[in-house]
């Protein structure tokens, strides 16, 4: 058996590709004292391709050698993720500074497309790369810019290129509370009653369901109830954090953490410390480089000032897959795999993390239990409309006049938001739809803005709330653009892991680009993908596809 040209593998060499001392010794030098473990491939992986721009056929062939790991597994872990540049022997390496054009629905809105069409052909390809991307979190300064890591808001070409002319690639810190400012004001004090015991899982867990807190990631699951289920299950036990949110239209979580991270740290360390759990893992996109960078630091000063003690907080940095937003999938991501979302049951509160028990919550979620302690259940209850209870962080983005996060009451109509806290349509645009709940909640007509905005209120339109992310459109927006748009997000987020959603967003988009749009097609693939589909990404794609047919006929005349 040969390899290469005409030359025959010596007895003494293993097969494949054969290790190359100079790039082992690169690798080492990296990884510096850091462990070998598997759970940290993907962590050892962002290294290689922060020091080199792209990850080399050598260097991952010598970081499986260090971490005595087979190549494929490497080589599938580094493939799965959208961030990682793989160069095969022979092949050219990416440009060494790569600008990211979001094209998701908001800055299509507000023309991302054409901006991405200018920049693609006035600049020069060998220094720098365009990508058109999936959303970056940034929905509310449409069109987003990524140079780097430094966000360009409502980026022009002409921003864009001042930007690069400046060089500056860092990611742009903005002013936050930290460490210091937030413990003259009380912080951490009710994690210190939690420690000494004034304070037990069973009575948070109780105070929550009070004030009827839910996960506001995009489920709504009772929080008192996770933390019972997870708290009677013997340890040791984990806790996760998921700030991978990646839904086209969300970004709450960003402007949170960029603002006051130690709210969300410290209802992490108190949910961690109430049900004994061993240590926490903090997802963090990494589309969002600031938040890392805000997190990075706050978590050492926690650690130096000595709050973070026998449960430590270990910060994780996914690699750009939506999917990974899925809980089961953010797991195996953690556990430096692909980030497959995993068949139920097992749920993750009995099998989760390393295959123990397992509490997950969403950033804002974690955000509101200091808050719910001190001023009690009745407080936060208190904040909702129409009988529904507390407040709940609108990302609100499109066609309206002051997008932006929006602390408002659980329970309000899009109405409600659109004129109290939006100031109304932008002009000379007239109010014709929104997304109530991001990419997969559905998109309802303006004639339905009246309904309450909460889990469980839009079910009966064939839409959900989602994680709270609103688009809105207007007179001047084609419904079938924007599910197209939509449905070529899931296309190119599918895991690929079941073929109802691999093969079913490729099918849907081919029909969706069609003219003519065939309802019974459309509605033979949506019945497929929503019952075969192993997780929420197959299930609920189709539904702005759905809406558009429901509440927009009008759209098909034109």
Not at 166 to 182: D, K, N, Q, R, V
Not at 230 to 246: A, C, F, H, Q, R
Not at 406 to 430: Q, R, S, W, Y
Request: charged share 25%; with cysteine.
């Amino acid at each position: 058996m040969t390899f290469g040209k005409g030359l025959r593998r010596k007895p003494s060499q293993p097969k494949g590709r054969q290790l190359d001392e100079i790039a082992l010794d690169e690798v080492r030098a990296l990884l510096g004292d850091e462990p070998r473990r598997r759970d940290l491939l993907i962590e050892h992986l962002h290294k290689i391709q922060d020091a080199y721009g792209h990850l080399s056929a050598a260097h991952l062939r010598a970081l499986a050698e260090e971490m005595r790991l087979s190549q494929a597994e490497v080589y599938e872990v580094a493939s799965f993720y959208h961030h990682f540049d793989i160069v095969r022997e022979g092949g050219q390496a990416p440009a060494p500074l790569t600008v990211r054009v979001c094209d998701s629905v908001a800055c299509s809105l507000k023309g991302a497309d054409a901006l991405a069409a200018a920049l693609e052909t006035g600049l020069d390809p060998a220094k720098v790369r365009v990508q058109k991307v999936p959303c970056i979190g940034r929905c509310a300064a449409a069109p987003a810019v990524q140079i780097g890591k430094r966000a360009v808001d409502k980026a022009s070409e002409l921003s864009v290129r001042a930007a690069l002319f400046e060089g500056t690639t860092a990611p742009e810190i903005a002013s936050y509370t930290a460490l210091e400012a937030y413990r003259a004001d009380g912080g951490y004090q009710t994690l210190e009653k939690v420690r000494s015991g004034a304070l037990d899982a069973a009575t948070i867990a109780d105070k929550a369901l009070e004030a009827g807190l839910r996960g506001l990631g995009g489920a709504g699951f009772p929080t008192g109830t996770k933390w019972k289920i997870v708290n009677d299950l013997p340890g040791p036990k984990y806790l996760t954090i998921n700030g991978d949110e990646g839904e086209p239209g969300t970004f709450k979580d960003r402007y949170h953490l960029e603002r006051d991270p130690h709210r969300l740290l410290e209802g992490a360390l108190i949910a961690a410390h109430a049900i004994k759990a061993e240590r926490i893992y903090l997802y963090m996109r990494d589309e969002y480089p600031a938040v890392l960078e805000i997190l990075s630091r706050e978590i050492a000063a926690l650690r130096e000032s000595g709050i973070i003690s026998t449960i430590d907080i270990e910060l994780r940095r996914g690699a750009g897959a939506y999917i990974c937003g899925e809980e089961s999938a953010m797991i195996e991501s953690i556990e430096g795999k692909r980030g497959l979302p995993r068949h139920r049951p097992p749920f993750i509160a009995q099998v989760g993390l390393f295959g123990q028990p397992t509490l997950n919550h969403n950033v804002e979620t974690l955000f509101w239990i200091r808050d719910i302690i001190e001023k009690g259940p009745e407080w936060f209850a208190s904040q909702g409309r129409r009988g529904h209870k507390g407040f709940r962080s609108f990302s609100v983005s499109g066609r309206v006049k002051n997008p932006g996060v929006k602390l408002a009451p659980a329970g309000i109509t899009m109405n409600e938001l659109l004129n109290e806290f939006c100031g109304g349509m932008e002009d000379d645009h007239a109010f014709k739809g929104y997304l109530p709940g991001g990419a997969s909640g559905g998109i309802l007509p303006a004639s339905l803005a009246d309904e309450p905005l909460d889990f469980g209120t839009l079910d009966k339109h064939g839409c959900f709330i989602g994680s709270h992310a609103i688009v809105v459109f207007s007179d001047h927006d084609d419904m079938r653009d924007v599910a197209l748009n939509l449905m070529r997000f899931f296309k190119h987020e599918s895991c690929g892991q079941c073929t109802p959603c691999r093969s079913g967003t490729e099918k849907m988009v081919t029909l969706l680009e069609e003219q003519s749009w065939d309802e019974s097609k459309v509605a033979d693939l949506d019945a497929v993908m929503r019952s075969a589909s192993i997780c929420g990404l197959g299930q609920a794609a189709a539904n702005p596809v759905a809406s558009v047919f429901k509440f927009f006929p009008e759209e098909f005349g034109k």
